[in-house]
C-alpha cells in the first residue's frame, strides 16, 4: 500500500517510468511517506543513511559506479542543505543526482515553526533544474504536479532538486497502487534521418494526425475550431507541435481534447501547452514540418484533408466578408493591397513589385494580432512570448533600423501610446510604416463576456482616452495621415504602402469600439 499523497504518488511512479532504481534515504518524520513509497516499490532499492552529509557522496559514488541517476531522499529544514557539497561535486562531476527534499506546507515557512525554511532554489545553481511540487486538488494542479516532476527527470548529466510540501497528516498509506502517470520523453539533439523518418511514418500512420505551427500565424483556426465545437471527428489523436505560442484560447482549449502531442524546438524546452506532451524533439521544427508537407503532397491523408477543406470554406467566407467601418474592415482592406503586389508582405522579405522593395509586417498583440489570424495569408511578426502590450512599436522600430526593407507596424491605441517613445529615436528612417487603429480604448474588453457588467470596464479597465498621434508624430517628425471613414482608410492605407518618405509614416484610422465588435461578430456569425 501507498501514500494518499497525489504529489508523492505521482513522483513515485514518475521515478520509475523514468529509470530511477536505486534511492539512498534518510531519517524523518516529513519525508516518510515517501521513504514509505519508495520502500514499497519493488522497481527501487533503498539504501539507508543517517547523515544526509554522508548520504549526498553515497549516492553521488553509486552514480559513478552504476553510470545512471540516483535518488536522494531527506527530510525538511536544514538536512536539505547537507546535501550542498555533495551536489556541488557532482554538478561539475556531471553527475545525475535526483534530490528529494520533503517540505513544509508554504503557510508556515518563516513561521517559528519546526525544521521550516525556503526549501526551493536552496542548492542555487548547483542543480539544472529545481521543483517544488504542488498538492494537487484538481485537474490543472495534478497535470502541473505531473509536468514539473516529468521537466526534473529529463535533465540528463546534472543533479536536480524536487521539493515537495506535505501536509499533515502524514501517515495515511491506504492507496493499493501508483497511479498510472503520462511521462514526457526528449529525444536528442540534431534530427537524425531515421528519428525523421520515425516521425513521418508516425504522422502518416495516426487515423487523426495534425501539424500544428505556432508564431508566426496560424490562420482561420480559431474560426475553424468555432465550427467544429466538441465534434470528436474532428479531433486530433496525434499534434506535431513546432514554432512559437498560438494566440487562440479556442484552439488551444481543443486541442487539449488530444490523445498526445509530441513537440519540436531547438532547446529541449517542456512547453505542454495542451497539456498531453508525450515527446520533446530537440531539432529544427522547419525541417520536420517541411518533411510533413513532402509526405502528405505524395500521399494526402483523409484527416488533414479534411481539415484543408474546412480551413479553406472559411478562407473564401472571410474574402466574401465585408466588414463594416471598423478596425476589422481596416486590416482586411491592408491585407488585400499587400496581397495585389506580386510577392507579398512578409518576414520572409518576398519582393513587393508594386513599390519596388521588399517588406516585413509587424503586428501588435490584443486585438490586432488576432485581426492578422483572420486576413494575413503570410507569416508575421508579434511578441507573442510573453504576450505583453508594451514594445511592439518598438520592436519593429528597431527591425526597420537594420534594414532597407518596409517595415510595416499594426497596432492598436493603447499598445501604441504606452510604446510611444519608440518614435523618440533618430535612428529611424522612412521605411517604417504604422497602421495605428485607434477606437479610444482596449478594444479586446469589449469582447470578454461578463465584464461588461463592471462599471468600471470602460473607464478603468478598457483605459477609455480621447488622445490623438497627431502630436506625437509633429514632435518626431513623422508623416501624419488620419482617416475616420471607409474612403479616407483606404486611400490612407494606399499612401502608406506607396509614399516615399525620409521619414517614418503614420496612419491612424479611428473607429468606434461598438462598430469593431459588431464587425467582429458578425463575422463569426456569418461562418455558421
Same mark, same amino acid.
Given at each position: ?80 542543505? =547537507? ?66 516532476? =516529468? ?197 520572409? =522579405? ?54 532597407? %526593407? ?12 504606452? %510604446? ?94 461598438? %462598430? ?13
Amino acid at each position: 500500500m501507498y501514500s494518499n499523497k497525489e504529489n508523492v504518488n505521482i513522483l513515485t511512479a514518475l521515478l520509475v517510468a523514468h529509470g530511477i532504481r536505486h534511492a539512498v534515504v534518510c531519517p524523518g518524520s516529513r519525508n516518510a511517506p515517501i521513504v514509505h513509497n519508495l520502500n514499497e516499490c519493488p522497481d527501487i532499492q533503498c539504501y539507508p543513511v543517517t547523515d544526509e552529509r554522508s548520504a549526498g557522496f553515497y549516492a553521488l559514488g553509486m552514480s559513478q559506479c552504476l553510470r545512471e541517476p540516483i535518488a536522494v531522499c531527506v527530510t525538511s529544514g536544514t538536512a536539505l542543505l =547537507n546535501l550542498a557539497p555533495a551536489v556541488a561535486e557532482a554538478y561539475y562531476q556531471h553527475i545525475p543526482l535526483v534530490v528529494i527534499s520533503a517540505d513544509r506546507p508554504q503557510q508556515w515557512i518563516d513561521q517559528l515553526d519546526g525544521q521550516t525554511l525556503p526549501q526551493p532554489d536552496a542548492l542555487g545553481r548547483f542543480v539544472r533544474k529545481a521543483v517544488s511540487l504542488p498538492e494537487p486538488h484538481d485537474d490543472n494542479t495534478r497535470w502541473y504536479c505531473n509536468r514539473l516532476v =516529468n521537466e526534473a527527470l529529463m535533465v540528463r548529466h546534472a543533479p536536480v532538486h524536487i521539493n515537495v510540501p506535505i501536509t499533515e497528516p502524514l501517515f495515511d498509506f491506504s492507496v493499493s497502487a501508483l497511479p498510472k502517470e503520462r511521462k514526457i520523453e526528449c529525444l536528442p539533439a540534431d534530427i537524425q534521418p531515421t528519428t525523421l523518418a520515425h516521425l513521418g511514418r508516425m504522422f502518416m500512420q495516426s487515423k487523426r494526425p495534425m501539424l500544428i505551427t505556432g508564431q508566426p500565424l496560424n490562420p482561420h483556426l480559431d474560426e475553424a475550431v468555432l465550427l467544429v465545437q466538441d465534434d470528436e471527428r474532428y479531433v486530433p489523436d496525434l499534434v506535431l507541435y513546432i514554432g512559437g505560442s498560438i494566440v487562440s484560447k479556442r484552439l488551444k482549449r481543443f486541442l487539449r481534447m488530444a490523445k498526445e502531442t509530441w513537440v519540436v524546438n531547438e532547446t529541449g524546452e517542456v512547453n505542454d501547452t495542451f497539456m498531453n506532451l508525450t515527446h520533446v524533439i530537440v531539432g529544427d521544427g522547419e525541417v520536420v514540418a517541411d518533411h510533413i508537407r513532402f509526405l502528405l503532397e505524395d500521399q494526402p491523408h483523409p484527416f488533414v484533408q479534411m481539415w484543408d477543406e474546412l480551413v479553406r470554406r472559411i478562407h473564401s467566407q472571410a474574402v466574401a466578408y465585408q466588414p463594416v467601418y471598423s478596425q476589422m474592415a481596416a486590416v482586411k482592406y491592408f491585407e488585400s493591397q499587400c496581397s495585389m503586389f506580386n510577392g507579398q508582405c512578409s518576414m520572409v =522579405n518576398v519582393q513587393c513589385s508594386m513599390v519596388n522593395v521588399q517588406c516585413s509586417s509587424h503586428y501588435a498583440n490584443s486585438s490586432a494580432i488576432r485581426l492578422a489570424n483572420i486576413y494575413a495569408e503570410h507569416p508575421v511578426f508579434c511578441n507573442r512570448g510573453v504576450n505583453g502590450i508594451e514594445g511592439s512599436l518598438s520592436t519593429a522600430a528597431g527591425f526597420s533600423c537594420v534594414t532597407d %526593407d518596409k517595415v510595416f507596424c499594426v497596432i492598436g491605441d493603447l499598445s501604441f501610446f504606452y %510604446d510611444q517613445n519608440a518614435l523618440w529615436n533618430q535612428n529611424l528612417r522612412g521605411n517604417l510604416r504604422i497602421l495605428l487603429l485607434n477606437n479610444g480604448r482596449g478594444g479586446i474588453f469589449n469582447m470578454l463576456p461578463g465584464l461588461e457588467q463592471s462599471p468600471a470596464r470602460d473607464k478603468l479597465v478598457a483605459a477609455a482616452h480621447h488622445t490623438s498621434a497627431e502630436g506625437i508624430c509633429q514632435q518626431n517628425h513623422v508623416t501624419y495621415l488620419k482617416a475616420t471613414n471607409m474612403e479616407e482608410m483606404q486611400k490612407g492605407i494606399a499612401t502608406l504602402l506607396n509614399k516615399d518618405s525620409d521619414t517614418p509614416v503614420l496612419l491612424e484610422v479611428f473607429t468606434n469600439p461598438v %462598430d469593431d465588435q459588431t464587425a467582429l461578430h458578425t463575422y463569426y456569425h456569418s461562418l455558421s
